[in-house]
């Protein structure tokens, strides 16, 4: 392995960069206009629920939790997640370590241990987040955050945030990095919930759901983001 490698590897880069990542998008958020929609979606919301997103839209995610609110996210164990898994602690949140993974890879991502930890978690009061779409398959929900609720009994949020200034990168997931100064779009959907005796057409059919809710919820907060929809201001999360 190369010097380069080594360093990259190591516990204290890791570390080094997750402090700064989480630095730098509490500057994001302190620094942007935030709009909530539904403004009343704190009012209804009743932990623990299960919130999902799209792969490469969650970096500001941590910040919409209420500080009495626990809360942990599923990681994926590659060196990239854990940076970010450093970055989230920084900013309050717990980590589950595993992915979901297409050509019978689950086991080896660490999704099956990953998901019981999630049941766990969610019956002991901690709202879980993670991503719908499975790597890299970008914008196709996943039957992983549908087996999540129907096993836990909790509801889906399907939620999104994005900002009017910001980097999109040309890749699988079409990643947007947020930059300071923006005004800031949060879109959460209506709960969607799955009956633990569910069978195969009615998982398929909630699965299809959380996706076209997903893509509503995204499409939303980019007009807030951007002013191409009307939009009140909401209260601050």
């Known amino acids: 392995m190369s010097l380069l490698k ?15 990542g989480a630095w730098y998008l509490k ?15 704190y009012e209804t919301f009743r932990p623990p629920v299960i919130v999902t997103m799209w792969h490469g839209q969650h970096f500001l995610m941590p910040f919409v939790r209420r500080k009495q609110d626990r809360a942990k996210v599923l990681i994926s164990r590659h060196r990239d997640g854990e940076i970010n898994a450093r970055a989230a602690e920084h900013l309050g949140v717990g980590t589950i370590r595993g992915s979901g993974a297409h050509n019978g890879e689950f086991h080896r991502k660490g999704g099956a241990s990953a998901f019981t930890e999630m049941v766990e ?26 087996k999540l609720a129907q096993y836990s009994g909790c509801p889906i949020y399907a939620g999104a945030i ?24 949060i879109v959460a959907g209506e709960p969607i919930r799955v009956a633990q005796d569910a069978d195969a ?37």
Do not use: C, H
Request: charge should be positive; hydrophobic fraction near 45%; aromatic fraction near 6%.
């Open 27 to 41: 500057l994001v958020w302190a620094t942007s206009t935030k709009i909530l929609e539904p403004a009343s979606i």
């Open 6 to 20: 080594r360093i990259v590897a190591s516990s204290a880069f890791q570390e080094a960069v997750g402090a700064a």
């Open 121 to 146: 978690a969610l019956n002991s009061g901690y709202n879980v987040a993670l991503t719908a779409d499975v790597p890299k398959i970008s914008r196709v929900a996943g039957m992983g955050v549908v």
């Open 162 to 185: 994005a900002t009017s200034r910001r980097v999109e990168l040309d890749n699988w997931d079409r990643t947007a990095f947020n930059l300071p100064f923006s005004r800031i779009g």
């Open 201 to 237: 057409d009615a998982l398929e059919a909630a699965r299809q759901k959380v996706e076209s809710e997903l893509n509503r919820v995204t499409a939303r907060a980019y007009e807030i983001a951007d002013r191409k929809g009307s939009a009140k201001e909401g209260s601050k999360p």
